[in-house]
């Protein structure tokens, strides 16, 4: 890329390929959306790990785990469709918004459950369904989002530095409550993914584009989605 390779990085050359590579940045509703990003997916993480355990606790099953993860997993397949037509559809801030506070409120309740001790591996696995909902949603929502706040000339950029947080909160989300399962205190594993998707919400609020697709709202939800298809 124009730089002698025997040569060593001096800070300059540092500084080109951190404005090269994070290019997308500089735009302040982006930011706001890959922070976000970067916490909801770390506690979404962090919450597959805690559900994990609690389903193991309950049950003593290492299937039980398995179960939860799956109820937690399968609504990306079922709903993302529905979820990309209400992106299209309504201002996809507001969306993403209703995406996080459905987690939000799903894992609150977990959390309490556990706290009190009244936690059952059937109500483990129906709020990790509703869960899934939510990230279901906020998926396409962000994606649909994306391109609203960047120039197009470095979409590829932004999409390339939005799927890395998402890869990112893989390690980091569980790092976060590494300490709180291992010591047992599964409800403080909860509080601390919880907390995550709070800030990450507060964040996303504060994105200040409107951005809605293009849908005939006098056609029916299954006739967009065929249109969509097609």
């Known amino acids: 890329n124009g730089v002698d390779a025997r040569l060593p990085l001096t800070l300059d050359h540092i500084r080109s ?19 976000g990003t970067a916490l909801s997916q770390s506690g979404n993480w962090a919450l597959i ?3 994990a355990a609690l389903a193991l606790n309950l049950t003593g099953s290492s299937g039980s785990a398995g179960i939860v993860t799956f109820a937690a997993m399968i609504p990306s397949v079922v709903i993302s469709p529905l979820a990309g037509y209400l992106a299209d559809r309504f ?23 556990v706290i009190s001790g009244q936690v059952e591996f059937w109500q483990l696995v129906l709020l990790s369904f509703i869960s899934g909902i939510g990230r279901a949603t906020q998926m396409p929502s ?33 790092l976060c409550i590494l300490p709180a399962v291992l010591l ?9 993914a ?6 990450g919400l507060a964040i996303v609020l504060r994105i200040r584009t409107t ?3 293009v849908v005939k709202s006098n056609q029916s939800v299954v006739k967009n989605l065929a249109q969509g298809l097609s």
């Open 142 to 174: 962000a994606q649909a989002l994306l391109p609203n706040l960047i120039p197009s000339n470095i979409l590829v950029n932004g999409v390339a530095l939005h799927h890395a947080t998402q890869q990112g909160g893989k390690m980091l989300g569980p």
């Open 184 to 192: 047992g205190y599964t409800s403080i594993a909860f509080l601390i």
């Open 211 to 213: 951005s809605t697709g």
């Open 91 to 113: 201002d996809r801030k507001i969306v993403l918004a209703g995406a996080y506070s459905t987690n939000i409120v799903a894992n609150l309740i977990l959390s309490g459950l």
């Open 17 to 35: 390929l951190g404005s090269r590579f994070f290019v997308a940045l500089q735009y302040a509703d982006y930011q706001k959306l890959w922070a």
């Open 49 to 51: 790990v805690s559900r």
């Open 194 to 199: 919880t907390a995550l998707y709070i800030g």
